[in-house]
């Protein structure tokens, strides 16, 4: 008896366990998704129907990568139709909810959301640790354990003390801010003498409208772990956000009739100018909190391998070039770039050495 109570004590437990667990899995792959997709429609959001597993990303994906772009077309540049076939068929059939979402991210590093205090507060300890470098760096000079001339940040002490004794006043000299700003300004300019075609503002607008239209990251993905208010939508825990690079690149309506041409000159003016008067429709490296920390790193690593290619190189592309511009872990050639290379070498006598 005791044998048979027991076998039927853990019986019913597993059978309960099991029953949980597949109670579970029809939640996570029907009833969840199918709740979102009312919560989503009944505030005027259209799409296509939740459908098991990949829906029909998969279809539009293979149909959209077999498909080349004529490189004679004068819609040559407009990659979105490629790099992401879902979202373009999902704008193509449902159109827009609403454009005010993206000029919602312009202030919202002013919010004080916790994410935003924690790097407001690294921002204050960095500034405090470079100040604790400079007031340590005065004290070696007055101490004499450090010379004036040894590096930048020396001089510039050296200046602005020398500043302060002529004028008899310590506002006359500059802050500890300024000295910081001074420090990088200085930096930069070493930099930009060292390596002449970083200062090129061609080469500088040239790599801006490449990566407009083709932006190295073609979709910038969040998960709602909690319930979100964006405008005027609540969006519920589970929804996946995705804000396509690509497509707002190539937007009509921020960047005009000419958005898929290649016009360096658009940034002529600068980087704010460039659109339709809506600066934060340019992002090739994310924005706000979680901006790209190497863009800066990236954009000078180009410059300088331009410019030592290019010193003994130019290129055009080959005939047998196919324009296939395809998503994977970047927005990249589906069957590579051939290029015909010429070689050019630079003689030069010892007169003009």
């Known amino acids: 008896m005791e044998i048979t109570s027991t076998t039927a004590l853990f019986s019913g437990l597993g059978t309960i366990a ?12 029907w009833l969840k998704p199918k709740k979102l997709e009312k919560f ?32 004679s077309d ?15 068929h999902i704008n193509t059939i449902y159109g827009y909810v609403s454009k005010h979402l993206l000029e919602l991210q312009r202030d919202d590093k002013f919010l004080p959301t916790a994410l935003n205090r924690r790097m407001k ?36 002490i050296e200046s602005n003390n020398k500043e302060i004794q002529e004028h008899g006043k310590k506002e006359t000299g500059m802050s500890i801010d300024e000295v910081i700003e001074e420090c990088k300004c200085g930096l930069l300019e070493v ?6 075609l970083l200062s090129h503002v061609t080469v500088t607008k040239i790599l801006q409208v490449a990566l407009r239209l083709y932006s190295p990251a073609s979709i910038l993905t969040r998960t709602i772990y909690k319930e979100t208010k ?17 497509m707002v690149h190539h937007d009509h309506e921020y960047w005009g009739d000419d958005a898929d041409e290649f016009n360096p000159d658009r940034f002529s003016e600068g980087v704010s100018k460039a659109s339709n008067n809506n600066e934060v429709s340019f ?6 909190p979680r901006i790209c920390i190497g863009q800066n790193f990236a954009l000078m690593e ?26 994977g872990l970047t927005v990249q050639p589906q069957y590579g770039v051939i290029v015909s290379c010429n070689c050019f070498l630079l003689i030069m006598s010892k007169e003009n050495m």
């Open 18 to 29: 099991i029953a949980w667990m597949l109670m579970r899995v029809v939640n996570w792959v």
């Open 40 to 71: 989503l429609r009944q505030q005027g959001f259209s799409g296509n129907s939740y459908r098991l597993f990949h829906g029909d990303m998969k279809e539009i994906t293979k149909q959209a990568s077999t498909k080349a772009i004529n490189i």
């Open 74 to 88: 004068f819609q040559v540049h407009n990659i979105v139709p490629r790099v992401l076939p879902f979202n373009h």
């Open 121 to 156: 507060s690294n921002y204050n300890e960095t500034r405090a640790l470079i100040k604790g470098i400079i007031h340590k760096k005065e004290e070696a000079i007055q101490l004499g354990e450090a010379s004036n001339n040894d590096d930048l940040l020396g001089k510039l």
């Open 191 to 196: 930099i930009f003498i060292r390596v002449h």
């Open 230 to 246: 964006l405008g005027e939508i609540n969006i519920p825990p589970g929804i996946l956000l995705s804000l396509p690079l690509v």
């Open 283 to 288: 992002f090739p490296f994310g924005g706000v």
């Open 302 to 327: 180009t410059k300088l391998v331009l410019a030592m290619i290019l010193r003994n190189f130019s290129f055009e592309l080959s005939p047998g070039y196919v324009h296939a511009p395809i998503n």
